[in-house]
């Protein structure tokens, strides 16, 4: 891939920045995508002492981006697009990682956390339970600012179709989020480690695209329970919405996981006109 360059992008909706708190909940750092050559994850992100939240109605904030080219394309030419969505205490310098050395022509689009936490960024407080009304709030505050960003670029670059979403833990949240409520951006979903809170769910309409989620079976941090739960109930509402698990594998991107992210990535960009 190009050289990549830190863009920013201004979001429409304002947003909750705020620092996270220790995971009884998702024990306050996840570990980073697996590198290039397929092996486990690299080591964790220490946690950072929890900082004041700040106000819910903060100025709206600017969506900064890495933005690459794969496969040898020319960033001029019209190009699938994919937004990449890192996990709490990562950043867009190592997540764009995922897609590296990918053989086929995408636009690669990996936005920076709206919060910076330890070495790195996060995307919404986590001072609640999963499952809570406060962390599916900020899940969908984040999405909004998200969605704006996506339709921005989308705009502004030349691409073919709908965004193409993955992310992993707070970003696999967030791919679900923008799969369920912002369908008009997005044209395919490939959440990791994430998870669907009940305020997050509702928002599941006909009109949702595809939808893989892809989860290890001894994820601790996220259990694939109740994931699994809200691919089943997506499915009973007439989405198209699957799950693929990996047993033995916690809370990362193993290997085989990145290798069936870059297939299904590759399916769904030749599919974009």
């Known amino acids: 891939m190009r050289p990549a360059r830190l863009r920013r992008c201004h979001a429409s909706s304002a947003l909750a920045l705020a620092s996270l708190a220790s995971l009884v909940l998702l024990a306050a750092c996840e570990r980073r995508a697996a590198p290039p050559g397929g092996g486990a994850a690299g080591t964790e992100q220490q946690a950072p002492p929890p900082a004041p939240a700040a106000s819910a109605t903060a100025p709206a904030a600017a969506v900064e ?68 009304d406060d962390v599916g709030q900020g899940i969908l505050r984040a999405a909004a600012a998200l969605a704006a960003a996506i339709e921005r ?11 193409i979403v993955t992310g992993f833990s707070q970003g696999g949240a967030l791919t679900f989020a923008l799969a369920l409520h912002h369908p008009r951006v997005v044209g395919a979903a490939f959440p990791m480690g994430g998870w669907v809170p009940p305020a997050v769910l509702p928002g599941a309409g006909a009109a949702a695209p595809a939808l893989v989620a892809l989860h290890g079976e001894d994820d601790r941090r996220v259990p694939i329970g109740p994931t699994r739960d809200a691919i089943a109930a997506l499915d009973a509402r007439g989405l198209r919405a699957r799950l693929a698990s990996y047993p033995g594998v916690g809370h990362t991107v193993s290997g085989e996981m990145r290798r069936d992210l870059l297939q299904l990535i590759r399916d769904a960009a030749a599919e974009m006109r």
Do not use: C, M
């Open 153 to 163: 670029v989308a705009a502004e670059r030349p691409t073919r179709g709908k965004a």
């Open 65 to 132: 981006y890495l933005e690459e080219v794969t496969g040898g394309a020319d960033r001029n030419e019209a190009l699938p697009l994919v937004i990449a969505i890192h996990g709490l205490g990562d950043r867009p310098e190592s997540f764009a990682g995922l897609l590296s050395g990918a053989d086929f022509k995408v636009r690669l689009v990996v936005p920076r956390g709206l919060a910076p936490y330890g070495g790195g960024y996060s995307w919404f407080p986590l001072q609640q339970a999963l499952a809570s």
